[in-house]
């Protein structure tokens, strides 16, 4: 990620192939490796994704907070909020799916996680930060 930022592509591309990694991709492979080819030993390799993910996720926050809150002296607070936010959904992620899984199946439950996390994916595709203003807007 930060290596693509030094070069001058910005932060969006990283976060869209880290935010796309995580869960969608993540969640697809699962699904045809449990309709396809039950292995637990390459159900278990996905784990690799989930890390290219989490690392993603650790660097996007703090560089989106950074740019948003640039000379304003509120990058602490603010990311203490944005930190509170992620975690609270990280939850809530957890819970929506426990339920789906325990009502529906493991098939629906990667599906359905995997359409969540998709958003996200649309989201920073039209999302920006406005250098001037510091501003989060959707072009």
Known sequence: MGTIIARGHGYKIPIIIGYGVAV??????????????PNKYALMSTQLLDGIGAGTFGLSLPL????????????SFTFGVMLSLHMSASALSNLIAGYVVTYMSYLVGFITLGVMGSISIVFMAFASINPSKKDLILQ
Do not use: D
């Not at 989106?64 to 990058?75: A, D, I, K, Y």
């Open 24 to 37: 969608p991709l993540r969640c697809t492979i699962i699904v045809l490796l449990n309709e396809l080819w």
């Open 64 to 75: 989106v907070v950074n740019q948003l809150t640039e000379g304003s002296g509120r990058f």
